[in-house]
Structure formats: C-alpha cells, structure tokens
C-alpha cells in the first residue's frame, strides 16, 4: 500500500501551519482527483474520494475496486470546510460515506456541482436543496457562481463524451476557480474534445489538475486522458503548472506518472507530482 507523505494528524497540522501564513494559494492531494484549496482563509473541497464504499461495493465481482493508497484523512476530521465540489455522479467524486461525514461537521457547508446531477447530490450528501448550487456550462440555470469568495465557473467535461440529460445540460463538469490572483482548472473526468484548449485557454491556470489514468477497454469503465494528452493539454492552455491525478487509488484503474512528466519535460510545461497527502503552493508574486 502506498502511505501518504502527510495523513491525518500529520496533514491537519500542516494545513494549520499553512493557514497561519495568511497568503498564497495552497493545496493538498487528497486522492483520486480529490483536492483540498485554501486560500484567504477559505477552504474549497474539489470532488474527494475519502472512503472504502467502493472497495466494499465491489468486493467479489468481476471488477474489484482494490485500493493500493492508504486513506489521506476521515472526512469527518475536515471540519473547517466552505465549499465541496463534485464534477459528475461517479462514486469516487459523488461519494456519500465522504460527502455525509463532511456535512455533519460543517453546518454551513455547500455544494457545487451539475444541475443535471442535483437529486443525486442532495441524495448522496444529505445536504438541502439551498445550499447545493447547481450550474451548467453555457446554459440554465448558470454557468457560474461565487461562494465563500471562490468564483466557480462550470465548463464543459468529456467522460469519454460531451454527454447531455434530456434537458440538455451536462452531465460531467470540469471546474475553474477563481480566487484572488489565482486560478485552478479542476477537469473532473475528461477525454481531450474538440475546442477544449480554446474554451480554457482564456484562463491562463495559475495550475490545472488534470486526470492521467487513460483509458483501456478491459477496465469496463469510462476513461479519461493520459499523461501523455494531459501535459498537451495543459501546455495549449498556458498553465502555470500543472499536477496530476486519478491514479494511484484502484489497482485496476491506475497509470504511472513517468509519461505525463516526460512530456511536460519535452514540451516545457511546467509540473509538480505531489505525494498523497503533500503540499503545492503558489504565492502570486
């Protein structure tokens, strides 16, 4: 098993430390594409996985959910959270044994996360209706939102397609937030689609954190880009930096590193690849 750099008191320690400096854009590798953002003060959640319901659901099938990473932190040890975000349905960024935990010791928290999936979320985390904020990208009811002074802007998110409820709205979310100077893109689930670096590329990302798990038919499950594609990606869209994720959980889902960080060598694209658990920084000079 792969035991994280910083987990559980060792991690809220360092996010205390870290919120005593008072500036800068910080965040955590939870797991997944689970990321934890503090910045003013503020702390945003980005689509965490801190549970073994998957493990668990899957135990005995044909498709095991193994886990190869120990557990960063409990989500109920998270109790300083304002805002939680999931990109679409799927358990590892949907999941209600983190996303139940999280609302209880946090009574004010909200939730961003697509229109098309609100039942869902309301289902799935326990949370009422006025404090979960719907968007959708280029549609009803909005496209954006600003809480807890992170501006949140849905675009749109391909897992492996640009799928639509009957409604028309997206199904899968990427997210860029904005705070301050700063600006991350949080992809969600994604595959490379046609116009993705054009729509992004007016951002310019301080960091974009993007999925490198790829995708193989004898997974059975929907795919995402590789780290090949990632690094291109983040160099079309002039990222600042950008880090990985979505490895490193299930064994049968993974992919190593080693390509994404060889492409953003060839390509000159800025990287980090932080451990489970490790701090990334930004200090806006």
């Known amino acids: 098993m ?14 205390a430390a870290t919120r005593a400096l008072g500036c800068g854009l910080h965040l955590w590798w939870l797991g997944q594409s689970g990321y934890l953002l503090l910045w003013n003060g503020r702390f945003l959640l980005l689509d965490p996985y801190l549970s073994d319901s998957l493990t668990r659901k899957y135990a005995g099938t044909d498709k095991p959910h193994v886990r190869i990473s120990e557990r960063v932190i409990a989500p109920e040890r998270l109790d300083f959270v304002d805002v939680v975000t999931s990109s679409h349905s799927h358990t590892d960024h949907l999941d ?46 909005a496209a954006e939102a600003t809480v807890s002074g992170f501006r949140i802007v849905a675009v749109p998110a391909a897992h492996e ?22 600006t991350v893109y949080h992809a969600g689930d994604t595959v490379l689609y046609p116009g993705m670096a054009g729509r ?35 160099k079309a869209i002039g990222a600042g930096c950008v880090i990985p994720g979505h490895y490193d959980l299930f064994a049968f889902n993974t ?26 920084s930004a200090s806006g000079d």
């Open 2 to 15: 792969i035991r994280p750099l910083l987990q559980e008191d060792a991690l809220l320690s360092d996010i």
């Open 96 to 141: 209600p044994e983190t996303l139940q935990p999280l609302a209880r010791v946090n009574p004010g928290l909200v939730m961003v996360c697509p229109e098309a999936i609100r039942t869902t979320a309301r289902e799935r985390s326990g949370l009422p209706d006025e404090r979960i904020l719907g968007l959708d990208a280029d549609g009803s009811p």
């Open 161 to 182: 397609s640009l799928d639509r409820d009957r409604a028309g709205r997206h199904l899968y979310l990427g997210f860029v937030v904005q705070a301050g100077p700063f």
């Open 200 to 234: 992004l590329g007016r951002w310019t990302p301080t960091v974009a954190l993007l999925p490198i798990n790829g995708r193989s038919p004898e997974r059975r499950v929907a795919g995402n880009l590789n780290g090949r594609e990632a690094a291109q990606v983040a």
């Open 255 to 280: 992919a190593s590193p080693r390509e994404f960080q060889e492409t953003c060598r060839l390509l000159g694209q800025p990287a980090a690849v932080p451990r489970l658990g490790e701090r990334w």
